[in-house]
């Protein structure tokens, strides 16, 4: 057995199974040897205690995410290579780096161009139809015509956007900004980067929003961005099979993750025209290392992005140059003279910011055209029914209102419900911001506050591309607005009361509720409004709706994330993991490979589908039998099948290398789509052959005792729990195991699954080395969640 | 030998030094066993070509200046504190958290408000009086009385703020900002934030603009900022010997650095009425790890900090609540509309950035109050005989101009020159930005900008509190309104150019090539502007100005910094140090300790001055005289002079414990500052008592291996090592070292001086223990820097 790889399938994760031996043969021998080490015996209590303590509950963590690989695989290759690369040539990579984030800028800001112009023109053909069509059964009588046609527009513009979504690409649906969130916090969710996922977001977004829905086409720009980012940066687009043998250098996860950072920034930066607030989305979502040079970068990005988007709409919009546009939504000017908040209004933003996180969305999995069609047809409906049930008339005054509803106003009037409903939520925002005192009637904005919700909350589980920023901010507006009306109506205006400064507060703490994201909003706000005043009344709104609502329920994104059962590495420990340590929350036993290993084993061990691992740890196997095998390294599946598929083989016989020597390029050209182990035909005298893979394995993987403990004993936890990796010890002089990989600027650690432990059984005149016991992964940590009666411990399901 | 501790004098840090056997007793030998090891060979070859390889010249780095103790120190005591932190007491902490940025931010906003309205109405007295005078004499004649008037009334206010910066804080002098960024880095800078440091720079600040020197208000504050959170966030005045007893859990370097990144933001924030920028400063300067919690709380003291500041000022300025002056210095409000760039501009503003960064200042360490009373009266002098030569004379326009000199203008006219010279910078700077095309002449702002720049430069290096951002802004902005003049002329007009933009560019531009901040001064441009489409050309100018400024000179910032020998820890290695090893950095053979440990041992080891060390490993004496000493953790100075100050010793005859237990508590209360080992009486009976450190030691210092190769091998980088250390091989298989400490959030490491091998002697029953074999402390990494001919190595000087 000592001379042929250890294979044990890791079969779920029942904690019950740990007391039996493991079927590895020397891991648990090793161990005993080395009970009389002071560390052993609490470990041994600590692990005993464990079923008792932490109660399961019903949750589940999917194994089906893989991790991203953010460890730099430091192998002879890539040291050989970093060696070849002089000075000058480090400058070009870094030039390279910013051409990239300059073109990630110019197409994020023209698909949002594209998107701006698209449904501009579409919006305002059906508006005209619309309109005209009441216009004319208005006076005629017979406005279910009007209603009918409204209602099959929007259901059939809809339909399309449903089933392009739901037939070719699911994984465009909704805002993307969930799949992004986990894509930076470094997990692998299919397809979310792919050109094709673009494609449908871009037209998916644009037929929703035209379609009448109760959407917004900001979330999905961050989608976008993160999208294009992705693809220019490796410099070829496997949809389309074209390699433009650009950029190769950039091709593996570490750094592409980094250009994808740039692109959700340059996404925000043109929804928004907040480029500050785009680079603080990716800190706050992705970041765990503080990178000078690449949150420079991502500035870089989004700065050019708005830029793009302002350039081209000023063009579009006949004042070239005039740069006053710098996001698909504007807020307007918010004149800080003029629009002053009183100090005894911040604790009335306070009371908002509470209102705020009270509105709860529903996600709805059931996913079906029918019903996206069904929920436009009742948004038409309901907006319809609004429309005409309303009688709150107001004078038209110069070209406010873009589309104006007569309908049973008097001449020169308009139907300011119709405006609410019949306006691009965008712009329905900006007017309840900046419409002066007396604009919409409180019957209006309480009705419009309650449909609009009820049609949002709906609408959010529509297999349809679409954001949840602008419904968001419509019903905080609308409330927010219908909040100062009340004030100044209760005080008998005694406060002065501005109803768009309510309306504002009321945007920021609604969307405060349903996002959850507080720095960057707050920034992103600020730079919408483009008043660095009313930060701080923002700030206390969102931060309000942030703690009321993180005491009753996640975040929108957070629960969604949840639902999908994603091994979602939260930010923070949960803080009564106090006690756990290392020997508890990994999983044991797992394969481990020698530094040269039969063909045969490597390819039974990758084709064995019950355990699917993803990383190997890479012994020594020693001569002398009395000597335990040390841990050497660690190979990844991916770099496994790549050595495969070129056949690095050396013949058994004479050990001569049969094939040409690998180099990083064929690892580029295979990622990040590695073919299935099934793919790959080894012959049967090449079973018998040997692999070598001193070369290709990583030859540090972090590794960590067995009883360590995080920063203050914190699994689950994200950054924290990398910055505990860099200043804690680290000594591996107890029995110790592999810690996955953990990767520049994220909380990650990729699915590789291995054992080592601490042998002190090496002579004097080698250095002591270690065994495999067990390994952490991401899943390892995330099953660790904070519930209701302290900390949870999530099963794990394949699915 | 065996079971005394080895001390040895660690004699500074001359190479040639380290081929002679070392003179403790087993760490040769153990080296010796270990020499068939791979790792040894290599290792040993490096070591002797290295004395060829690297020229040393004669640059110094400092010893005098000590680290900050970024490394929790993790031993027993506060892991049974942290044991019995429960989830509310971890609440309460955070929520003490939160209202000491809140009181940050508040009083850095009042100590804002308070240099505001000083300077204003003693600077209003000064014009007054010198404007009547001038008025007078003009008819008169005989205006060489007013010149003296002016000149003496300058000197004398300079006068007093020379004397107290000089002779009662010397570390009060300059904006002190370079003295938080090496703060920030985690050098210890003697008194910098001290409350006698903040009264000094309070005064001085105010003394120096009233004084008419060409410096600013807006630096001082960042400083400001920093020592009231510094005082805060500890709940005492060591100088005031008040203690409130309160936020007792934060008396450490981790805690407090965190504040004072807090205060540095809040400080930027209120100078510039820039929140964002605040917290980006505070992030580029001390950020190693992305700690999301802290971030937020830095832009929560800073958002206080300008709201309080803007407060106060709109009550003293008699528009309360109207809060449109965010920060001391507001550009105004750049109108997009109006005012739009265009695209054939952008190369345009990158010129300007080239421009920008060729300004060099000379920094002069002369310091005398002789040479700042005639700095002041030169000032005045030139500013006298510019105002008396100039001839550009502009109508009066509303009440644009705060004390208009009429001079030898018409009547209803002033004298455009006396408008820059007499106004207080801030003025100045707004008024280049804004006031109309043809507001002033060419010929006066060539002049000015001369004069000025030259004024500027000798005022530097004076010994008086004042900032760098103003004269540089405005500078700046005189000659790129001058150039956007020239623009205009030289195309006839063809590009619409309004010189205030260009005043901005210009001003964006200087300031980048003198501060060299990026990402952080693009947002405080951004932000002071109020507008976020300048953000594009600002970042291309400020990019221009730093890549051109960096190929010829490094920042003022950094110039001081060297220029002091501060052991600073860039961000970014030097990229040719790519094979240096930690065996090739480290500090050997340094001074160990048992684990229990004669006192009198102890006392000889703090008191040799000739060795001075700050930390010493504590390694386990094994009975058995063939094995060798392991590594069993790391005691600070500070830590042994507490023991040694509360006498925790224990008899050697029955080793009973003779004091009182020791608790954290008695650590804090000497925090900061620690009595030297002089002042503490050991009798003759006591020396010979034992010492226990196990308890107190830090049990888990981060340890690498000799032959450890940083992020590809990079000694000398700041947080980018961190990162490395966070993911890197720290598998201690071979002879390996303690690493000082790093620590949470940033690049240093404590200075501890110790050694430690790993000996693979022990026996199969107990872990493979480690030995100390050399140190590596902020000071060797910070020795290794980039010059003109590839990697310089500093030496080391005592002063």
């Keep these: 057995m000592a001379n042929v790889a250890k ?25 005993a040897d080395l009970t009389p080490d002071l560390c052993l015996p609490q470990e041994t209590e600590a692990t005993n205690q464990f079923p008792s303590e932490i109660p ?19 192998n002879q290759l890539f040291l050989e290579e970093e060696r070849r690369i002089n000075h000058t040539a480090f400058r070009t990579v870094e030039i390279k780096r910013w051409v990239i984030c300059a073109m990630i800028g110019i197409l994020t800001g023209l698909v949002a161009c594209f998107i701006d112009i698209v449904v ?17 059964f208005t006076e005629k009588g017979g406005l279910s015509f009007s209603l009918l046609l409204w209602a099959i527009l929007n259901s059939s513009v809809v339909m399309i956007g449903s089933v392009i979504v739901a037939f070719i690409e699911p994984v465009a649906a909704g805002s993307g900004i969930p799949q992004i969130k986990c894509y930076l916090n470094g997990v692998k969710i299919p397809h979310v980067v792919r050109l094709k996922t673009l494609m449908i977001k871009v037209c998916g977004v644009i037929l929703s929003v035209v379609g009448g829905l109760a959407v917004g086409k900001e979330g999905p720009m961050i989608h976008s961005g993160a999208v294009i980012a992705a693809g220019i940066s490796q410099g070829r687009s496997t949809s389309l099979k074209r390699d433009f043998k650009i950029f190769e250098y950039f091709r593996r996860d570490t750094e592409k993750r980094d250009f994808v950072s740039a692109g959700a920034a340059a996404g925000v930066s043109a929804a928004f025209g907040a480029p500050v607030g785009g680079v603080l989305f990716s800190l706050e979502e992705g970041a765990s290392f503080w990178n000078q040079f690449l949150t420079w970068r991502i500035f870089f990005a989004s700065m050019i992005s708005t830029f793009t988007l302002n350039s081209i709409l000023s063009f579009y919009h006949g004042n070239p140059w005039d740069l006053s546009s710098p996001g698909l939504i504007n807020f307007g000017r918010f004149d800080s003279e003029k629009l002053g908040y009183t100090f005894q209004e911040i604790p009335i933003f306070i009371v908002m910011g509470v209102v705020g996180k009270l509105s709860l969305y529903i996600h709805r999995p059931c996913l079906q055209v029918i019903e996206a069609m069904l929920v436009a047809a009742v948004t038409a409906a309901v907006g319809f029914v609004m429309i005409y049930c309303s009688s709150d008339c107001q004078p038209l005054q110069g070209d406010s209102v873009a589309y104006p509803l007569q309908l049973f106003c008097a001449d020169g009037e308009y139907n300011s419900m119709a405006t609410a409903f019949f306006n691009t939520p965008e712009k329905s925002v900006v007017s309840l911001f900046h419409n002066p005192p007396g604009s919409y009637n409180p019957m209006t904005l309480g009705m419009f506050t309650l449909m609009y919700f009820f049609l949002a909350c709906w609408t959010y589980g529509l297999t349809v591309s679409a954001g949840v920023f602008i419904p968001s ?15 100044a109506y209760l005080t008998s205006g005694a406060i002065w009361a501005d109803p768009g400064k309510y309306a504002l507060m009321g945007a920021a703490a609604q969307l405060g509720g349903i996002v959850r994201m507080t720095l960057s909003l707050t920034v992103i706000m600020m730079e919408a409004t483009g008043n660095v ?22 975040g929108l994104y957070d629960m969604h994330i949840q639902l999908q059962s994603v091994p979602f590495l939260h930010w923070e420990a949960p803080v009564t993991s106090h006690s756990l340590t290392a020997r508890e929350v990994m999983s044991a036993p797992v394969t481990c490979l020698r530094r040269t290993e039969k063909v045969g084993t490597v390819v039974d061990i990758l084709s064995d589908t019950s355990s699917n691992h993803n990383g190997f740890p890479v012994v020594e196997s020693s001569p002398d039998p009395t000597q335990v095998a040390g841990l050497r390294g660690l190979i990844l599946r991916s770099q496994l099948i790549v050595l495969l598929k070129h056949k690095v083989f050396v013949e058994r016989a004479n050990l001569t290398l049969v094939q040409r020597r690998l180099k990083l390029k064929d690892f580029r050209d295979a990622y990040p789509r590695f073919p299935p182990i099934q793919s790959i035909h080894v012959s049967q005298d090449e079973r018998e052959c040997m692999m070598d893979l001193t070369e290709f394995m990583n030859p540090s993987p972090y590794t960590v005792p067995q009883v360590w403990l995080g920063l203050q004993a914190v699994p689950g936890t994200g950054p924290a729990w990398l910055a505990a990796l860099g200043q804690r010890n680290t000594l591996v002089s107890s029995p110790g195991f592999i810690w996955g990989s953990w990767l520049w600027q994220s909380p990650i650690t990729t699915d590789t699954h291995a054992e080592v432990s601490c042998a002190g059984r090496s002579s004097v005149s080698l250095p002591p080395s270690l065994q495999v016991v067990g390994l952490v992964t991401r899943k390892d940590l995330a099953r660790y969640r904070l519930g209701k009666e302290g900390l949870e411990e999530l099963s794990l399901a394949q699915t």
């Design 473 to 487: 901010l419509l019903i905080g507006a609308a409330w927010g607005r219908l909040f100062g009306i009340s004030l």
């Design 120 to 136: 501009e023109k579409l919006a305002g053909l059906k508006f005209r139809v619309v309109k005209d069509n009441i216009d004319k």
């Design 7 to 31: 294979k044990v399938s890791w079969s779920g994760r029942d904690r019950d199974e740990e007391d039996e031996p493991p079927a590895a043969g020397e891991a648990t021998p090793v161990l």
């Design 533 to 554: 005043t009313y930060g701080f009344p923002i700030m206390l709104a969102l931060m309000t709706a942030k703690i009321v609502g993180d005491y009753f329920v996640e």
């Design 56 to 74: 399961h509950n019903e949750k589940l963590l999917s194994l089906k995410y893989e991790s991203l690989d953010y460890d730099n695989c430091e």
